[in-house]
């Protein structure tokens, strides 16, 4: 069981917007503490998507975006691509720990 | 460029430790934290440690203390991640990973290895 929860599976079609939740707690998200997200194509290494809750490294297309509120985070993804098709993780920490959400498989129609 | 490379895939029997490798380039290796996370088939990630290569200070994830090593040797630029008593449930994918502090403290793992399957099996 994770300590941030995010939804098992999330879908849209090409071109529509898809936003996957990572909910935390007052240990982690609520403290204050940043979240990133990772996407994972299958087979693959995790690779840095978002960082500091809203920030998108060099190379990550706009497309990608975070946001933050309260206890929870969000990844927005617009214009869905075939090749957006991956898990989706966020992480935190948490009383001296790094922790990851269970992680979300996005499927493009 | 920034690279780590893992060693290969083992098999391992039940009972018996491992040792898996990361070499570090293109950056300055005792310039940045080594975080090492794994992930069980069809699984998410999960955290183990991290290793300081400049002083070699560790710091393990609770559930793991006394079970995992990290180790460095700064000479080759390889942290290492030892993990003993192996059972079938530690068959995962091990991963480390270079920990970047962002403008505001927190830590993000800005490049990973590849990866090392680790199977254990009687």
Sequence with gaps: QS??????SVSGAPGQRVTIS???????????YDVHWYQQLPGTAPKLLIYGNTNGPSGVPARFSGSKSGTSASLAITGLQAEDEAD????SYDNSHWVFGGGTKLTVL | QVQL??????????????????KASGFSFTGYYMHWVRQAPGQ???????INPNS???????????????TRD?????????????????????????????????????YWGQGTLVTVSS
Excluded: H
């Design chain 2, 5 to 22: 490379v893992q060693s290969g895939a083992e098999v391992k029997k039940p009972g018996a430790s491992v040792k898996v490798s990361c």
């Design chain 2, 56 to 70: 070699g200070g560790t710091n393990y994830a609770q559930k793991y203390q006394g079970w995992v090593t990290m």
């Design chain 1, 88 to 91: 989706y993780y966020c992480q």
């Design chain 2, 44 to 50: 998410g990630l999960e955290w183990l440690g991290w």
């Design chain 2, 74 to 110: 700064t000479s080759i630029t390889t942290v290492y991640m030892e993990l003993s008593r192996l059972r079938s449930d530690d068959t995962a994918v091990y991963y480390c990973a270079r920990a970047k502090v962002t403008e505001t403290t927190s830590v993000v793992f800005d």
């Design chain 1, 3 to 8: 300590v941030l929860t995010q939804p098992p």
């Design chain 1, 22 to 32: 990572c909910t935390g707690s007052s240990s982690n998200i609520g403290a204050g």
